[in-house]
């Protein structure tokens, strides 16, 4: 059986995938001694204003899932993941108000290292090497090119099997783990690096590069009309901490070094987040220069689809294809494109494996994302997105980032609890 102590380390690798606002939603709860570690949305850690349709819980669910996977082969564990029914529940993935896992891991008795890894082998030959599998990990879903699909309740194999572009073997990717970045701004360009990215994906995800001048326009466009609604500018001024006097500094958020705020800015801003009321006279003072900002924005023309050259990109939208999903016929698919969130959530927590290992590829290259998601959060902005890369009705934007290698060699790490 593996061991506590293992299993600990693993789960604290895991912690350190990324997740909107850096709330962490994941709860992991060991079961029967380390024979099985349940996962449940952790209580007010959901974003329901900011994320009504629990999309980015579920991708940050996938990528702690991801690096859980990741920790896991370089500790020599095999795992399997059952999705339980609770990944479909709005009450669990959109507010956090069910007690209910949503998955279960199962681990398997077997060979475990003592910890760090040294070998890249693996049981069964796949390898650790570049572009090979995570060691003794078998393929997941998220990697399998069929199409089909494992909903909730039924048992899917572990992530991980498409191995972050490691290329030494286990130690490699707990590393990488570590030492994946995330940016507000200061990215030099990474030039063929959204192919590169691109080449890693299951068939039924794709990445659509994006211009730099739109990604601008459709950002701002994003942030003034998700922040015109009181729920999130309210929701954004409850995570953000700006002052390290703030109580969770060191916890969770965004504080002011991850967002790059200068001091003066900060210390002025922080009292605004933490006391109640200047919180609310804020939020009524950003939500109407919101609408305005909105209405100036909405004014300026966005020209229709066009090529733009995916080697020089430098930003792009993480797009699932529901075509190459098997989600049924006739009435159901239109069941599944209606919903809110466009996809089968199962589909949504496999995108978040796959962003995940796109993460670490990245950090492989030296390269950081700079999520943009507020395009995706705004209907508004993410209709000109759609218009301006020619997405279809079926084409499901997830995700949408700047990628390129950061200015700063060492930008600040967001905390973690
Ligand atoms: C689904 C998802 C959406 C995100 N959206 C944004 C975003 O819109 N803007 C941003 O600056 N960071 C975004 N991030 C990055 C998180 O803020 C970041 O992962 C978190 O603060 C933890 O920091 P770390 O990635 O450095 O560990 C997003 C991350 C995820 C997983």
Redesign the pocket.
Known sequence: MTSIHTLNRIIADAA?A?????TQPWSPRMIGDGAAVELRVARKRTLPASDPTGR?TL??LG?WLEAFSVSAAVHRVDFDVELLPALADPEAIVHARSDDPVLRIQLHQGRESTGGGTGGGTDDGTGGGAGGGTPNVRTTAADRHDGSTDAPGSRLAPAGAASPASSGGPDPDRHLLAS???V?SGLEPAKGLVIELASSLPDWLRLVPVDADDLRHFSSLGTADTVREPGVARELAHWLRLHPSHPRYDVDG?NDR?LGVPAVASRFASAFTRNRRLREAAVRVVTPVGELWRRALLEVPVSAAGEDAPAAATAFALVADTKLLDIGSGAEVTRVLNSPLGLPPERVLEAGQA?MRLWLLATARGAAF?????IIDSSLAQGELRYRLGLSRRDVPL?VTRVGVPRDPNPP??PRR
Request: glycine share 4%; hydrophobic share 40%; proline share 8%.
């Open positions: 350190s990324p997740s909107a606002h850096n980015d991708l940050g990528a994946r970045k995330t507000r965004l991850v962003l700079a999520p943009a998601s507020e995700f790490r967001a």
